[in-house]
Nanobody
Framework: VQLQASGGGLVQAGDSLRLSCVAS???????AAWFRREPGKERTFVAF????????FYADSVQGRTTISTDSAKNTVYLQMNRMEPEDTAIYYC?????????????????WGRGTQVTVSS
């Protein structure tokens, strides 16, 4: 399984951005997720969703202004972020997993994309 994330860039506070992540070689249908690594910090959970598009779940920090979705026919997971804040500046990673475990924990995921940089200026 390979994941390729794209869509990052430089935006201003209050802007919107949509990240995409295409999975190839996907032979299982569990969950897809987004994590992020802010400068100087550990990787943290952003959102997860079933590949079927059901059961989205969000971190408190993005709840209400972020939407995770999938296009299962394209094996693609999206992260739509609105009303972005400078605190959203991070490298964003998509991930999926063939195993069970806490879905907000990075160690549950055994397949990762390389990450895409998002920078939000104030």
């Amino acid at each position: 399984v390979q994941l390729q994330a794209s869509g990052g860039g430089l935006v201003q506070a209050g802007d919107s951005l949509r990240l995409s992540c295409v999975a190839s070689g996907l032979t299982f249908r569990t969950y897809a997720a987004w994590f992020r690594r802010e400068p100087g910090k550990e990787r943290t959970f952003v959102a997860f969703i079933r590949w079927s598009g059901e059961d989205p779940f969000y971190a408190d920090s993005v709840q209400g202004r972020t939407t995770i979705s999938t296009d299962s026919a394209k094996n693609t997971v999206y992260l739509q972020m609105n009303r972005m804040e400078p605190e959203d500046t991070a490298i964003y990673y998509c991930a999926t997993t063939s195993r069970s475990g806490p879905l907000t924990t990075p160690t549950t995921y055994n397949y990762w994309g390389r990450g895409t940089q998002v920078t939000v200026s104030s």
